[in-house]
């Protein structure tokens, strides 16, 4: 048998793989993360999370953090200043109406964040809990065997040799995991062309805030200072994104000449759209932008990152301390959640097409936005708020566990703070404690908290640690339903 250096190595050192590594540390997982880029060398960017993921930060402790770094963020003032003074929550194609039905999550509003910012926050959590994060270092190579892979990076020393139990590839959409595991993307080709610049732009007299749909594209002037624009059936340059591209652009869909200097960066980007045909294969598996790719439309893309990183790392470490049967619920539950956000990103670029027909086609999906049913179902799809991992008859199981407050024999807590310790959660709710009782042998993975609550939707609850029911009860003394379904989530019971 070969020894591994870690337990689990993490390519990419961006949000979604800084998260994992927080997820991993929490069970005692011995991480690495690895990114090729310099600490703050990537594109800056402005990154909107969701309500969902809102809720999933606060059943980490990582809310106050986050929203104390949004704060701090002074360039974001006016982008916070039009969401306080908008009853929407968000878009769909350009259409700033999501929200306005009756959905209702457990945070008013979204937050924005630079990318910078959220990676500064979850470096601290990462590296405060003992993962290490090295940067400049690529991955060139990797090879699995029956005890682990053995990674080849390359940094300024040169070449190594690393072995980790597994491999997850957070290395963005051009993943070198992806490929170097063999691992399919199939999906379709552009049919826009974007390019996006953040520096100082002069002639922006007549282009007002916002995004605007013109006949040749869209241009969007944003309030962190980054400008944009879209065109259809354009050919996509060989070469990389330079200013004048960007320049042009801005011509050709506002008829407005502009001048760019002190530019941070200008980059160009499709509405390519693929997803791995598997996140797994053997030992390696992939997160966020290595597993999809899809039209940056609504802010979705790091949410549904985020998501998988949350879902994989509490199977992920169940794996590595030797109850490995989770790891194949990760591909059946996040790739249909990921299909479903390139399904609706695919009919944003559709509705935003430029022409009288997508104008009329745009005027009547206003119209049906105005019917609380039909806004909810898309405001919950952009949100990730109706995500739900099926598979059992009962229709409650699966579904996200909203937080309240419970009270328990030491007090009044909020369900979201017992999930901070990343244990699956179980709620006797009965008065009883019976259910307790039955899972003092998964004590030492479990957290069992008796909170009588007549008025609640069944009598035990089995949360799982990224929030979702695994078991719901409606007995007041459980049989033996909670304990298959603890075996199958918690292993098996210690005598």
């Not at 070469?239 to 004048?244: I, L, R």
């Not at 000449?257 to 797994?280: G, K, M, P």
């Not at 990343?422 to 030492?444: C, K, M, N, Y």
């Amino acid at each position: 048998m070969q020894s591994n250096d870690y337990d689990v190595l993490v390519a990419g050192g961006g949000p979604v793989g800084l998260m994992l590594a927080c997820e991993l540390r929490m069970y005692g997982v011995s991480t690495l993360v690895v990114e090729r880029l310099a600490p703050g060398a990537d594109e800056p960017r402005t990154l909107t999370i969701h309500a969902r993921t809102l809720e999933i930060m606060d059943r980490r402790n990582l809310l106050a953090d986050f929203m104390a770094a949004e704060k701090a963020t002074a360039d974001l003032d006016e982008y916070r200043r039009r969401l306080a003074n908008t009853s929407a929550r968000g878009h769909f194609a350009g259409l700033f109406v999501l929200g306005r039905g009756t959905f209702a999550g457990e945070h008013p509003q979204e937050l924005a964040l630079s990318r910078e910012a959220i990676e500064a926050v979850l470096t601290r959590r990462a590296t405060g809990t003992g993962a290490v994060v090295r940067h400049g270092v690529q991955v060139v190579g990797l090879e699995q065997d029956a005890d682990g892979v053995a990674v080849t990076v390359e940094d300024a020393q040169g070449r190594s040799v690393i072995r980790a139990g597994h491999v997850v590839g957070c290395d963005g959409g051009r993943s070198t995991v992806r490929t170097l595991a063999g691992i399919d993307f199939p999906g379709t080709e552009p049919q826009t062309v974007s390019w996006m610049g953040l520096g100082t732009v002069t002639g922006l007299d007549r282009l007002p805030m916002g995004w605007q749909r013109r006949e040749r594209g869209w241009f969007m002037r944003m309030p962190d200072g980054r400008i944009s624009t879209t065109e259809w059936d354009r050919p996509l340059p060989e070469t990389s994104a330079a200013v004048e591209e960007l320049v042009e652009s801005v011509h050709r869909v506002t008829g407005e000449r502009i001048a760019f200097t002190d530019v941070r960066f200008v980059s160009r980007f499709t509405d390519s759209t693929r997803l791995a045909a598997q996140y797994r294969t053997g030992r390696v598996l992939l997160a966020g932008d290595a597993a999809h790719v899809h039209f940056p439309a609504g802010g979705q893309g790091a949410n549904l990152g985020f998501q998988d990183a949350v879902n994989l790392g509490w199977k992920l470490a169940a794996a590595c301390q030797g109850r490995p049967g989770l790891l194949d619920t990760y591909d059946a539950e996040r790739r249909p959640v990921a299909a479903r956000v390139l399904r609706n990103t695919r009919a944003q670029v559709a509705l935003m097409r430029p022409g009288p027909q997508v104008d009329a086609l745009r005027e009547l999906v206003t119209e049906l936005l105005g019917f609380d049913e039909v806004n909810d179902h898309l405001t919950d799809a952009v949100h990730g708020t109706d995500v739900h991992y099926g598979g059992s008859d009962d229709p409650r199981v699966g579904t996200f566990v909203a937080d309240r407050r419970l009270k328990t024999d030491t007090g009044t807590v909020r369900l979201a703070e017992l999930l901070r310790e990343g244990r699956p959660l179980l709620l006797d709710l009965t008065g009883t404690s019976a259910a307790v009782r039955t899972a003092e042998p998964w004590g030492d993975r479990v957290r069992a908290v008796a909170a009588p609550d007549t008025d609640a939707e069944a009598a035990v609850l089995l949360i799982r640690p990224d929030g979702h029911l695994a078991w719901a009860g409606d007995a007041p003394v459980p049989g033996a339903g909670l304990h298959t379904a603890l075996t199958d989530w918690c292993g098996p019971a210690h005598s």
